[in-house]
């Protein structure tokens, strides 16, 4: 099991930006993607972006150009910058951790950005 520790969200206006970190118990190496996730109220999950153990990454078209998934080896994080923030990326971001046999979330942070 991975434990995934999200930080990082709060109230931004629109135009603002902030930037997500997941801190995961083991290396994430050993992880074979790591993604973020967003969750409004009253819709489902969405995908967001992912990073690979190989450094690979895909973002959402939905925030491709404002949004970029990056990491830290050394210290088992990956981040989400958010930049040019809309009401609606206003959602709970989560997490996730997935390998061959196994998929962990984290707690999930919010995110509400002001008109």
């Known amino acids: 099991q991975v434990q995934l520790v999200e930080s990082g969200g709060g109230l931004v206006q629109a135009g603002g930006s902030l930037r997500l970190s997941c801190a995961a118990s083991r290396s994430i190496f050993s992880i074979d993607a790591m993604g973020w996730y967003r969750q409004a109220p009253g819709k489902q999950r969405e995908w967001v972006a992912t990073i690979t153990k190989n450094g690979n990454t895909n973002i959402a078209d939905s925030v491709k150009g404002r949004f970029t998934i990056s990491r830290d080896s050394a210290k088992n994080v990956v981040y989400l910058q958010m930049n040019s923030l809309k009401p609606d990326d206003t959602a709970v971001y989560y997490c996730?951790?997935?390998?061959?046999?196994?998929?962990?979330w984290g707690q999930g942070t919010q995110v509400t950005v002001s008109s």
């Open positions: 996730k951790a997935t390998r061959s046999l196994s998929t962990d």
